[in-house]
């Protein structure tokens, strides 16, 4: 994880490269120049930490992903949030959980998160199956506990037959840890390749002059300091407001970010930069949802990150990169969930405040 | 629809019929006296008034069905309510929709219900078409605006080419009406064909022994006078409590049923009778989902509705009968939405009341 002097150390980097992209680069050159800060999406199922994948784990994840009943109130999944139907979040500004609470932050995609750093907006997860098991207990969001998931679960003899076949050495496989293994080894499946990979795998044609244009800003400008890598962001930190601080409308005073984390002060305002594949379809914008408008967006993050304005143009021909990274979903057929007994604890909408 | 005569009529038949049935038919028999009360499911996506069915109109409508953003919200779609990873229904005793009110009455299966007579308990939707309209609006559930709808719909262009490719005929495709329309095109292709309709058919090794048994029993008990047809329920109205007013834990005294559609006082607690298809699935049961125990729901019904007390061992029976309606969902791969556009209207979760 990166600190505060080695972004600087990255911007300076940044500073020098600049120099070396050409204006209008032929696509050979600029495959080359983007293959040093990029990376496409492998074909296969990335490996986790400590968590072989195996088809019987991600048939379970998905079913766990797609439960309501993982919720106190039965009316929230991994799925309302991270909503695979609309780009892995909910474009909502922050998300709407338990009671008609609203979160903190606006929800990240999920699709391709197995490739971020460290999950949520200030990488307090070191992976997803550290993520998966925050919501699940936020009272804000499903407002459940690990002791009343397991009960859920094992009230089930299909889930119990489930976690069997997906952790065949466990003598107790129903925990709350193989939940959210589970859950983790379904969400390494969420990979979406692009027009942006194919043209990092040689495909001159995937990407419009036009985007390839605005891959070149991308690069010039600086933007590729903070987001690069296979996530076009997602692995470091940055301070919101690096240059120029945007006003509390975008950076609300209240959320500090990575400081909450680390309780340095130079992690005040700091945030994972955000992964920004399939950025177009996961509007409103930021860790507080504010910026409804991708190149809206982009101009903030020029002023703020760089201390640049853009052109309108210029801002145009990013936004067509951006649109290039928009991917294709797997095919995700809906699993067909156990049914409860009589046994399976009771949803409660009450809230506890 | 029938009226409080008719239902007392097909009652009375009941009892006749009663005489005529066996204490352990043989298969043959057995099916031979089903086929008079009941019918299997058919093996094409059925026919709907005034909405021919093409491909295009249900893959809009599968997506319509899973957009949150027909939600005023943006955090409910059809799909939070009617899940088909859980039966079809929440699994919640009444649904919890806008701003975490609670609906008034249990959410019935969308699985099968292009059979049903009329939607609603109460019936008060013709069809499916209709019934789409209602929850969209509803201030409880979606609360949403037709008008608003439109404009969300309209706003994606994706959108826009799919209602011109589901109404060809259309100037103005992107309409409400068309939109309830694609949904309901969609919905009757949520057909859950169960080991009951394999037996009907001819197979008499689709039914355990204690299924065969509970479908007798089903039949000469009387509980098929109003639990018949296709979807074994759903095509007429009965007052519940027609011998024995179960206690108002299980039927509120506020929610008179019918009566609110017909205002007629015979139409006091007269609700549809519920198709049963897939009743393993979706607890709790009745209008009021008070029920959890799919058991303990027969025996509701036999007090109150037949006067009848069932032994333990008939209820079982009967409910070994019910499981064998548990159907096959159809493979619903996810549908991919478009994103949102700059002049898509904003959701909102505020709460009018």
């Not at 692995?235 to 409308?249: M, N």
């Not at 949803?347 to 405040?353: L, R």
């Amino acid at each position: 994880m990166k600190s505060l002097l080695t972004t600087m150390a990255a911007l300076l980097v940044a500073g020098v490269a600049t120099a070396a992209f050409a204006a209008d680069p032929t696509p050979v050159d600029l495959r080359k120049s983007a293959l040093e800060l990029f990376k496409p999406l492998p074909s296969t199922v990335p490996a986790v930490k400590d968590n072989p994948i195996t088809a019987e784990k991600i048939a379970l994840g998905k079913a766990l992903f797609f439960d309501p009943r993982m919720s106190a109130s039965g009316v929230f999944s991994c799925y309302s949030c991270h909503n695979l139907t609309t780009g892995g979040d909910d474009n909502l500004e922050t998300s709407i959980g338990h009671g008609w609470q609203k979160g903190p932050r606006n929800a990240p995609t999920v699709f391709n998160a197995v490739f971020n750093v460290a999950q949520f907006w200030d990488g307090r997860a070191d992976d997803l199956k550290a993520q998966a098991k925050g919501p699940v207990q936020a009272g804000v969001e499903m407002a459940n506990t690990p002791v009343n998931v397991v009960a859920t679960l094992k009230s089930m003899p299909q889930y119990v037959t489930w976690f069997k076949a997906a952790f065949p050495g466990d003598a107790d496989p129903v925990t709350f840890d193989n939940f959210a293994r589970a859950i983790e080894a379904f969400e390494a499946t969420l990979v979406t390749p692009a027009p942006f990979d194919a043209f990092l795998n040689g495909d001159d044609a995937a990407l419009s002059k036009e985007a390839q244009a605005g891959l070149n800003l991308f690069m010039d400008k600086g933007c590729a300091s903070c987001h690069n890598g296979i996530n076009v962001g997602g692995e470091g930190y940055y301070p919101f407001g690096l240059v120029e601080k945007p006003g509390a409308d975008v950076l609300p005073e209240g959320d500090k970010g990575r400081f909450a984390v680390t309780a340095t002060a130079d992690d005040s305002y700091v945030f994972r930069a955000g992964p920004l594949r399939n950025i177009a379809l996961t509007a409103p914008y930021f860790h507080s949802g504010k910026v409804w408008d991708l190149k809206q967006a982009v101009e903030v993050m020029a002023q703020s990150q760089l201390g640049e304005k853009v052109t309108d143009d210029e801002a145009t021909k990013i936004v067509a990169f951006l649109d290039s990274l928009t991917g294709k979903a797997p095919e995700i057929a809906l699993p067909v969930l156990p049914a409860e007994t009589v046994s399976t604890p009771r949803p409660s909408g009450q809230v506890n405040k």
